[in-house]
């Protein structure tokens, strides 16, 4: 089994056990004065993630968005928000992502994976904010979208996950792709690009920095190459089908 080291050695938390209601992470100010420097705890809240998507999302964007099938979102969350869900990341206990059909797919991806369910804390903070950028694509293109999923993922050195599309052949339940990620300091050299070609057919190399959300249409091909340091992020797929209940397992 591959082992995952905690997200947190490049990430400014203090934070020892997993976060949660009654665990709230330690914050350390945004500020150089190092007098000043005194972690304060907050109880995080749902208005923590919330943003204001159709001011982070111009009218021109949106029309990028449906010519090229493709946009970037930098600086998405506020620092609170953004070190709840790295802090949450570190400690998710990551499976390997399922069997499809029956056909170890391992070959294909190297990320490991744990679904966002309501059991999550900052992740279903996410997920809710995700859903509000989903009634934006419905009101302005029609997008037709009536939920959304998400996943923790990790890639662990010398893994990507080989060309693909979202949809598997015959399927068309997912509209967008989104993709949140949670790296501080990445660099070109850590590898790890996502790699997508976008409906013209160009080839666009996108670096997998904290606080950046990609989304792209669920149909576009795309690769992530082998990371050369632990890569984070959030998989988020905006559905057309409904909601499958989940029950939790004993
Ligand atoms: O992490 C990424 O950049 C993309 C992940 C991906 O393509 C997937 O999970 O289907
Ligand atoms: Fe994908």
């Keep these: 089994m591959t082992q995952i080291i905690s997200n947190l050695n490049k990430t400014a938390l203090v934070v020892d056990r997993p976060i949660g209601q009654d665990n709230p992470p330690l914050l350390l100010p945004n500020t150089h004065d190092v007098s000043q420097e005194i972690p304060t705890q907050h109880v995080l809240q749902m208005s923590d993630f919330a943003v204001d998507w159709d001011d982070k999302l111009t009218d021109k964007q949106l029309d990028t968005f449906v010519t090229d099938g493709w946009l970037i979102i930098d600086d998405v969350f506020n620092s609170t928000a953004l070190l709840a869900l790295?802090?949450?990341?570190?400690?998710?206990?990551?499976r390997d992502a399922e069997l499809t059909?029956?056909?170890?797919?391992?070959?294909?991806?190297?990320?490991?994976?744990?679904?966002?369910?309501?059991?999550?804390?900052?992740?279903?903070?996410?997920?809710?904010?995700?859903n509000a950028l989903a009634s934006l694509f419905n009101r302005s293109l029609f997008a037709g979208i009536r939920h959304s999923e998400a996943h923790y993922a990790c890639y662990p050195t010398g893994f990507g996950y080989q060309w693909h599309s979202d949809n598997p052949a015959g399927r068309d339940e997912r509209v967008i792709s989104?993709?949140?990620?949670?790296?501080?300091?990445?660099?070109?050299?850590?590898?790890?690009?996502?790699?997508?070609v976008d409906k013209h057919g160009t080839h666009h190399e996108v670096m997998p920095v904290a606080n950046r959300l990609i989304i792209f249409d669920s149909d576009l091909r795309h690769q992530v190459q082998i990371a050369h340091r632990q890569r984070y992020s959030i998989a988020t797929w905006l559905r057309r089908d409904d909601a499958v209940v989940l029950f939790a397992t004993p």
């Design 178 to 196: 989104a993709v949140f990620y949670l790296n501080d300091n990445w660099e070109a050299a850590d590898g790890g690009a996502l790699e997508v």
């Design 86 to 94: 790295q802090a949450e990341s570190g400690f998710v206990d990551y």
């Design 101 to 130: 059909a029956g056909v170890r797919i391992s070959d294909i991806r190297g990320d490991r994976i744990r679904w966002i369910t309501e059991n999550f804390f900052a992740g279903y903070y996410y997920l809710q904010s995700i």
